[in-house]
């Protein structure tokens, strides 16, 4: 089978060297050069950690029609406010029959990917799936090297519609049998573990990060007691939003046992037990994909849900006004709503209609 990566990002590059050593033939596509300008004259990519080799790719390309051209699945690895760019570059050239899948989706990733691309005019039966995670807990030491502290034991997928999952199973699962195909992307994008994880951890770590340069391990050094108290309140309002939709959410401990095999008495307890997040520091700085994806993309779709009917996110929304003083930006404006989704006004029997059956 013919895979592309899009993205050459750590998580990225991982993929491509994963699916490349497992005798796939794995093109990689980025946008700028300067991230893969190596690997376009070597084709090889190193992997440390779990997986430990060198493995070549196919090419690696910044042409997008050169990247997706012949390709069935297409796994894109890009932080999530950059799915509307991709969707825009890959509209003019995709091909019938492929599948194209965001690891991860975030929260309204497929619905986002969809509603560009019906805006661009594509007509191609093309297939769109979301991922609940990433299915890498992993870093890149340098251009052409990505370390992968953990692989998941398994990472919920979906597709939109969810009538297309059967055919999303045939292809994604023989690739990577780590993935689980359920229900609905309701399931993926409701169950955004990152957004517990991610934002509040670092919001309330700032001035650690800024005055150390993030030298410090994020996960059992950055998520203290008190503040899991916090991330269990974040976890317990997305659980509530989700619920909307008559589903069980799943609870991020229950995703720690679930994706690492660990358990606590509580999510501070878990996160303790979890040996891969052993050794993964925080970021350098608070200008990072854990603010500028995750409060766009994920808590501002969510308390988005919320409002729309009639679910408190009181954590939530304080986590979004402080990010918002911090980065001087408006989150509010810049992230993913129910109206920029295109499902303003509609009742959730609609968006449930939607997700699961209208193509």
Not at 36 to 52: A, K, W
Not at 264 to 278: D, H, P, W
Request: hydrophobic share 40%; net charge neutral; proline share 4%.
């Amino acid at each position: 089978m013919k895979i592309t990566v899009v993205g050459a990002g750590n998580g990225g590059q991982a993929l491509a060297g994963y699916l490349a050593m497992k005798g796939f033939d794995v093109a990689l596509y980025n946008r700028s050069k300067r991230r893969i300008s190596p690997i376009i004259d070597s084709h090889s990519i190193r992997i440390e950690g779990q997986v430990e080799g060198e493995y070549s790719v196919t090419f690696a390309t910044t042409n997008m029609e050169e990247a997706i051209k012949g390709r069935k699945l297409i796994m894109v690895v890009v932080p999530a406010f950059a799915h509307k760019e991709i969707a825009r570059k890959m509209a003019p050239f995709l091909e019938d029959g492929q599948i194209v899948v965001l690891n991860p989706g975030r929260t309204g990733g497929a619905l986002e990917f969809k509603k560009v691309l019906k805006e661009e005019g594509t007509e191609k039966d093309v297939i769109i799936a979301e991922a609940q995670t990433f299915i890498f807990a992993s870093r890149m030491s340098n251009p052409g090297v990505a370390k992968v502290f953990r692989i998941k034991n398994a990472v919920p997928v979906s597709a939109l519609p969810a009538t297309r999952n059967s055919e999303l199973e045939e292809v994604l699962c023989n690739v990577m049998p780590e993935f689980n195909i359920v229900k609905n992307i309701i399931y993926t994008s409701f169950n955004n573990i990152g957004v517990v994880f991610h934002p509040a951890t670092l919001i309330l770590n700032s001035a650690r990060v800024e005055t150390t340069a993030g030298k410090f391990e994020f996960y059992f050094e950055g998520i203290s007691p008190s503040v899991a108290k916090i991330l269990e309140k974040i976890d317990e309002e997305r659980c509530n939003v989700m619920k909307l939709f008559n589903v069980v959410p799943m609870t991020a401990k229950e995703w720690l046992n679930y994706a690492y095999d660990v358990t606590g008495s509580n999510l501070y307890e878990a996160i303790r037990n979890n040996v891969g997040y052993r050794g993964i520091y925080a970021p350098p700085t608070l200008n990072n994909r854990y603010i500028l994806e995750d409060l766009p993309m994920s808590l501002v779709p969510i308390s988005s849900f919320g409002e729309e009917y009639g679910v408190k996110t009181k954590t939530i929304d304080s986590i979004i006004n402080l990010a918002n003083i911090m980065m001087d930006k408006n989150f509010w404006k810049e992230g993913r709503t129910v109206k920029d989704l295109g499902l303003e006004g509609k009742s959730i029997e609609d968006i449930l209609r939607y997700v699961e059956e209208e193509d």
